[in-house]
């Protein structure tokens, strides 16, 4: 095999999710394509690897210091849906039944993988409920041990928010799945039979 392209499907496979075979077919299928159109791609990941923020106020992806769902005045600002990963508010959004904000944590407490409560953003999310304004807060993070670990986590730190209603979306999620990969019916059934947590 061409060094070339060896380290092309090297580069590829790193990917989450592409092995060598499907890094491969990329491979190849990247060499038959216009010159110009390689040029676009390898601009465009560029630009977005260098250009892209995180939102200041929910840690959502986006262009400007605040992202568009942030700033949507139309959208309700006293619900706030607790997500892990920035994949997880397009699943959500995609429903077309979720009109509240977001607030991405980035990941979940996982001391096997060294990720404890200081690395995630809750120390944000506290904050903007501290502000005054939040009614509700949606924890919709995986079924998982590590998710769990994470919600029991949150549950301790929104006790000092009287009033606050918490709640958790419906476990009709199989345990251990990752909201990224659920069906968006599923997901609507999950918000909108969402139960109520007593943080006291």
């Known amino acids: 095999m061409s060094k070339l392209l060896q380290d092309v499907v090297g580069e590829l496979s790193k990917l ?3 092995g060598r075979r499907t890094a491969l077919r990329l491979a190849i299928h990247i060499l038959r394509m216009e010159r110009d159109s390689v ?3 390898t601009a465009s990941i560029d630009r977005f690897r260098n250009e ?3 939102c200041s106020q929910c840690n959502n992806l986006s262009d400007e210091e605040v992202c568009p769902i942030c700033a949507d005045r139309e959208r309700d600002h006293a619900t706030i849906c607790v997500v892990e990963q920035v994949a997880d508010v397009l699943s959500v959004e995609n429903t077309r039944q ?3 904000m977001y607030h991405v944590l980035g990941g979940v407490i ?3 993988q060294g990720i404890s409560p200081s690395d995630l953003k809750i120390d944000l999310l506290c904050d903007r409920i501290a502000r005054g304004g939040v009614k ?3 924890i919709a993070i995986s079924t998982s041990v590590e998710g769990e670990t994470t919600l029991f986590y949150l549950m301790n730190r929104l006790r000092q928010f009287p ?3 918490v709640t958790s979306i419906a476990r009709g999620i199989g345990f251990g799945d990752e909201l990224e990969y659920v069906d968006e019916l599923t997901i609507t059934h999950a918000l909108l039979n969402r139960r109520e947590i007593d943080p006291a």
């Open 98 to 100: 979720y009109r509240g």
């Open 163 to 165: 009033g606050l209603k």
């Open 136 to 138: 509700e807060v949606i």
């Open 110 to 112: 996982s001391p096997m």
């Open 39 to 41: 040029a676009e791609m």
């Open 16 to 18: 989450p999710g592409v």
């Open 52 to 54: 892209v923020k995180y």
